[in-house]
Structure formats: C-alpha cells, structure tokens
T-cell receptor, first 113, second 113 residues
Framework: QQQVKQSPQSLIVQKGGISIINCAYE??????FPWYQQFPGKGPALLIA?????SEKKEGRFTISFNKSAKQFSLHIMDSQPGDSATYFC????????????FGTGTKLQVIP | SQTIHQWPATLVQPVGSPLSLECTVE??????LYWYRQAAGRGLQLLFY??????ISSEVPQNLSASRPQDRQFILSSKKLLLSDSGFYLC????????????FGDGTRLSIL
C-alpha cells in the first residue's frame, strides 16, 4: 500500500514535443506529491510539488495534474528541450513526523533534436 | 539559502575495509536528515533518517550504520564493507513540518573491489 507506480520506464520525445510521465499510488493518506529531476552523477533536485487539494500546478514548462479520485498524478513537460533529458522521479509523502517519502522507480527521458 | 554538502564524491574501497561518508547542511537549524542508496538505474532506498542529534532510525537491516553527532552533520559508516554495499549514496534534508520536500546532495559513488 506504500508503493508508487511510475510509467513509462523510459521515454523518447522530439524537441518541442510534450513529455508525459504518470504515477499512481494506493495509500490515500499521502498528502504531498513532489517530482524530482536527476541528471547523471547528481542528486535528485526538486522540480515541482503538489498537494491533493489542488488539481493542477504549473511552473514554467512543467505542469503536475492530480486526480485524487483515481489516485493518479502526472508530470507534463511542454516544449521539451534536449536539456530536459534526465531521469524523473515522482514521489508521495505523509506530512506527519519525518516526512517519509515513497519514490517511484523513475523515468529516463531523452529529448532528441 | 540552504546548502547540503556530501563528500567524497567518489570512493573506491576494498572488501572488508571501513567506511565513513559525511554530509553537512548549512543555512537551517534542526533539519530532518536522511541517507538513501540508489542502485544503478533504480529508485531510491531509504537507509536511515534522523529527526535530531543522536536520534537515528533504520529502515532496512544491513551492514551500515549512521550517526548524527551535530545538528547539521550526518555520517554513514560501516566497519567492514561488502561487495553488495556498492552504489550511489545520497544524503538529504528537510524542514520539520507538513508539506516539506526533501533536498538532496550530489551523492557519493561507492565502488567496492
């Protein structure tokens, strides 16, 4: 019940296209959903996060869509650029205590020119 | 602003040797601190977390231990490394309270020979 399922495992998108990564969770107690971007040899960096009382959050070219009833959330990268090529992790956490975070297994995105 | 430092960036150690990885956080007080391991192409596995000096909780039984001798210092140790300890080790911090994301260092690549 603590799992976060992420898909696809890898994704190739042409420059200028839309990249879409999907995540699903089971534990309805999760109340915070961050997305992280990781470049090779670096630690994950917080990209954008959403709380379940909001259905969508946009920051620049990055948008999180959240469907509480379906227990699903997704990351959309508009106008994808080669510099967006990285591994993306969705995550879900419980805000009590030490913020235990459950991470998805990651999506390796490659944006080709 | 807050920063997190991890060192060394890479480390090659023989089987059976000891290990000490250090992580320090600047610009915040009383952070929650975390150690993760990331296997190649895989997600993040939480190893230890700490909510205060001297308070360590282990998520998985293993050959490693953690200590927090100062408020913003977190150390990952082993007395005798195993081949299976190879991986990418990440330290992270978060503020206490709801809806606080974790922020990661740039990791240590540990290779056991």
């Amino acid at each position: 019940q603590q799992q976060v399922k992420q898909s696809p495992q890898s994704l190739i998108v042409q420059k200028g296209g839309i990249s879409i990564i999907n995540c699903a969770y089971e534990n309805t107690a999760f109340d915070y959903f961050p997305w992280y971007q990781q470049f090779p040899g670096k630690g994950p960096a917080l990209l954008i996060a959403i709380r379940p009382d909001v259905s969508e959050k946009k920051e620049g070219r990055f948008t999180i869509s959240f469907n509480k009833s379906a227990k699903q959330f997704s990351l959309h990268i508009m106008d994808s650029q080669p510099g967006d090529s990285a591994t993306y992790f969705c995550a879900a956490s419980l805000s009590g205590g030490y913020q235990k975070v459950t991470f998805g297994t990651g999506t390796k995105l490659q944006v080709i020119p | 602003s807050q920063t997190i430092h991890q060192w060394p960036a890479t480390l090659v150690q023989p089987v059976g040797s000891p290990l000490s990885l250090e992580c320090t956080v600047e610009g915040t007080s009383n952070p929650n601190l975390y150690w993760y391991r990331q296997a190649a192409g895989r997600g993040l596995q939480l190893l230890f977390y700490s909510v205060g000096i001297g308070q360590i909780s282990s998520e998985v039984p293993q050959n490693l231990s953690a200590s927090r001798p100062q408020d913003r210092q977190f150390i990952l140790s082993s007395k005798k490394l195993l081949l299976s300890d190879s991986g990418f080790y990440l330290c992270a911090w978060s503020r206490t309270g709801p809806y606080q994301p974790q922020h990661f260092g740039d990791g240590t690549r540990l290779s056991i020979l």
